[in-house]
């Protein structure tokens, strides 16, 4: 996995840009990537169909998605919500959230 700095939707001449993270298979504690609680958007870029979940081990179900899609804000009801993603069916996902100047 990886992480970087990209500048995107959330850029403000303030902050150097937003973060994003590609996933390439299940991860049962976003918490161990940095984001926990922090996704507010994403994008799938294969046919593959993801679920996300509000607590680590694809536990309290929020809501599925299937790719291909481009960059897709979340609910605001599940806004900062998401601490697990389970692939359902294979390809990757790649997780977007608000920059913050405490972010590396």
């Given at each position: 996995?990886?992480?970087?700095?990209?500048?995107?939707?959330?850029?403000?001449?303030?902050?150097e840009g937003d973060a994003i993270l590609l996933i390439e298979h299940s991860t049962d504690n976003l918490a161990q990537r940095g984001f926990d609680n922090t996704m507010s958007r994403y994008k799938i870029d294969g046919n593959e169909k993801w679920a996300f979940y509000d607590r680590p081990n694809f536990e309290g179900l929020l809501f599925?998605?299937?790719g291909p899609i481009n960059w897709t804000w979340v609910d605001s009801k599940y806004n900062d919500m998401v601490s697990s993603v389970r692939l359902?069916?294979?390809s990757s996902l790649t997780l977007g959230k608000h920059y913050?100047?405490?972010q590396e």
């Open positions: 996995w990886y992480q970087r700095r990209v500048r995107g939707k959330h850029y403000t001449s303030q902050q599925t998605a299937t359902v069916r294979q913050t100047s405490q």
